[in-house]
């Protein structure tokens, strides 16, 4: 069985602070993708990130940035300079390495930046 | 770019009544999932299409049937409606490559059961 857990239920940073988001996943599959997304107010659910666990190598997308490490199945998400369109809520999903397979999410963070 | 419609957007319906949600996938996408999240919870996987056939089912309530139509649109339809399935309803959808594929959500349908 797969699980993706997000400690974090809530944190609230001020305007151009940076912060990072936790993700720990379990699963017994050898090979995985991970992904985050992101739920605005407005309720759509947004792909940010898909990273496969042959790849370790860590991502940076503008003020986004992305660490994982199969060592401790954690794949944690920073956002540098935080800003007030930040605020969401932000999931972490695994899923196994094969085609249309569903999506195991956590119960998510909700960030809040402060202006 | 194209993204993944849903409609309708916002549904009230009375409890025993059914509803019917509808889910046009991104073009040339050939997977459709189906996803519940009740308030303040997280995403929970109901079933999927692939090619108009069942690829997988989640914890779907046996009052809910969906399928996908030859023009890859899918239809959830859900009978004896009940107070708790007031939630948001996601469809998803992808290509298949032969791994796991991104999914990329429509805006949900909002369902609300008095």
């Known amino acids: 069985a797969q699980k993706v857990t997000q400690a974090q239920t809530e944190i609230s940073v001020v305007e151009k602070e940076d912060v990072t988001l936790d993700c720990v996943y379990e699963?017994?599959?050898?090979?995985?993708?991970l992904f985050w997304y992101k739920q605005p107010p407005s309720g759509e659910l947004v792909f940010l990130i898909r990273r496969n666990s042959f790849d370790e190598q860590n991502e940076i997308s503008g003020r986004y940035s992305w660490n994982f490490q199969k060592s401790t199945s954690s794949f944690n998400f920073t956002i540098t300079a935080s800003q007030v369109v930040d605020s969401a809520v932000y999931f972490c999903?695994?899923?196994?390495?094969?085609?249309?397979?569903?999506?195991?999410f956590g119960t998510g963070t909700r960030l809040t930046i402060i202006p | 770019a194209a993204g993944v419609i849903q409609s309708p957007r916002h549904l009230i319906k009375e409890k025993r009544e059914t509803a019917t949600l509808k889910c046009y996938p991104i073009?040339?996408?050939?997977?459709v999932y189906w996803y519940q999240q009740g308030p303040g919870q997280d995403p929970q996987f109901l079933i999927s299409?692939?090619?108009?056939?069942?690829?997988d089912k989640g914890s779907i309530p046996d009052r809910f049937s969906a399928q996908q139509f030859s023009d890859y649109h899918s239809e959830l339809n859900m009978s004896s409606l009940e107070l708790g399935d007031s939630a948001l309803y996601f469809c998803?959808?992808?290509?298949?490559?032969?791994?796991?594929?991104?999914?990329?959500f429509g805006p949900g349908t909002r369902l609300t059961v008095l």
């Open positions: 073009p040339r996408h050939d997977t």
């Open positions: 998803a959808s992808s290509i298949s490559q032969g791994a796991a594929d991104t999914q990329y």
């Open positions: 299409f692939y090619e108009k056939m069942q690829s």
């Open positions: 999903a695994l899923s196994p390495n094969f085609g249309n397979e569903k999506l195991t």
């Open positions: 699963t017994r599959d050898t090979t995985y993708y």
